[in-house]
Structure formats: C-alpha cells, structure tokens
C-alpha cells in the first residue's frame, strides 16, 4: 500500500480556515485520495475523496496537487465541533478498496 | 436511513473465550469491512466481504474470523480470546466495492478481554 505522511497534529482558531496537509509521493496512478475523521469516542467518518481533480462538498474541500504527490483537506471554517483526528487515505482503484489508517493528524480548535 | 448498527456495544470476556460480533450495513450496501482499533496499533483492517464473499483480508491470525450473510449483515469471530485482542471493533459498510465510494462506520464494540 502507497504511504501518506501528515503531521502528528495541528491547531486552528474557530471560525478560521484550516488546511491539513497529506503527502504521498508514491501515489500510482489509480489511487484515490480519501479523508476521513475521526471525533472522540466514535467510529471513523467520511469527510471527502478525489482522484485528479480538487473536490468539494459541504463538509470540506480537497485540493490535489498537479503530480498527485500530496494533497490538503480544506475545512473553510473551523468549530469545535471539527476537532477530531484526521486521516488522509490512499485506496487502490480496482479490488482492493480497504482502508489503511495511519496516525492521522490530530486538529485542537480553540475559541 | 439508518445507520450502520454493531451489536452488543461493549462485551467483557475472559482468556480463551469466543466471542462472536454482528453488524448490519446501511440498506442496499453490498460490502462491510471490519477493523480493530487499538492504542498501539491504531485502526488496522480486518477483512471485507461482499455478496457473501470474503474479497479482502488484512494480517490477522485464523483466530479471526467472518461472514456475510444473504441480506448483508456480516458477523465476525473471534475464538481463544487473549488479552491482546482488547479493542474497539468496528464495521463500515459501502454501497460497492471499489476505491471510488466512501464507507460508512457503525459506533463499534468495545471489546475487553480479562
């Protein structure tokens, strides 16, 4: 499985944009770029995913970098409610579709 | 729509116990992947199933255990419990099975084995 590197954790002030990076310098072709979240004492949610182009929807958005080598999840305004650990997954297109978490960045929102 | 459901929601055993865990996919999804979540090792892959078949298997011993039944829901095993498989099981259904849909987790089991 391809490998994402993001940084243990981050903070943001509520109400402001956070970016979230992802690198993953050896992407092939075919993989898809997922985030998920993770909040306290729940399952894993899904937050958005992307191949080639930048995605967006209500809960985020994901710009993808030209060589698909890293990625940034884009939250546009940060609540508490956002404060979770963030995992950004590569998932083989084809039949192998499981996740493989790494540690994932843990966001702190502070008011 | 309802969620995904895991029942029971937490479960104490004892060594070499067995244990058996049940989870039911949001209606119309096809596939249920199970992971184990631990402190240490993070959330690691179980294995998933679609259509009653096992299409992917993560590195776990043949201790554990799974099936998919006709209608979806998907059952895992776990037989001579250790203290090690201490953790918070949890199961994601999706409407297919490709790298293109997202899963949906259930609130897990929380496992604890004496």
Not at chain 2, 15 to 29: A, D, E, N, W
Not at chain 2, 46 to 66: A, I
Not at chain 2, 75 to 94: H, I, K, P, R, W
Request: aromatic content about 10%; overall charge positive.
């Amino acid at each position: 499985d391809a490998k994402t590197t993001q940084p243990n954790s981050m903070e943001s002030n509520e109400e402001e944009p956070v970016h979230l990076p992802c690198n993953h310098s050896t992407i092939s072709g075919t993989d898809y770029i997922h985030w998920y979240r993770q909040l306290p004492s729940q399952g894993p949610e899904y937050v958005i995913h992307g191949l080639t182009s930048n995605v967006n929807n209500r809960m985020a958005s994901l710009a993808i970098a030209e060589d698909r080598k890293s990625s940034t999840l884009i939250l546009h305004r940060a609540t508490l409610r956002d404060a979770a650990v963030y995992y950004c997954i590569l998932r083989e297109s084809g039949t192998a579709s499981k996740l493989t978490f790494g540690t994932g960045t843990r966001l702190q929102v502070t008011l | 729509k309802a969620g995904v459901t895991q029942t029971p929601r937490y479960l104490i055993k004892t060594r070499g116990q067995q244990v058996t865990l049940s989870c039911s996919p949001i209606s119309g999804h096809r596939s249920v992947s199970w992971y184990q979540q631990t402190p240490g090792q993070g959330l690691q892959f179980l294995f998933e199933y679609f259509s009653e078949t096992q299409r992917n298997k993560g590195n776990f011993p043949g201790r554990f255990s799974g099936r998919q039944f006709s209608n979806s829901r998907s059952e895992m095993n776990v037989s001579t419990l250790e203290l090690g498989d201490s953790a918070l099981y949890l199961c994601a259904s999706s409407l297919l099975w490709t790298a293109n849909n997202e899963q949906f987790f259930g609130p897990g089991t929380r496992l604890t084995v004496l």
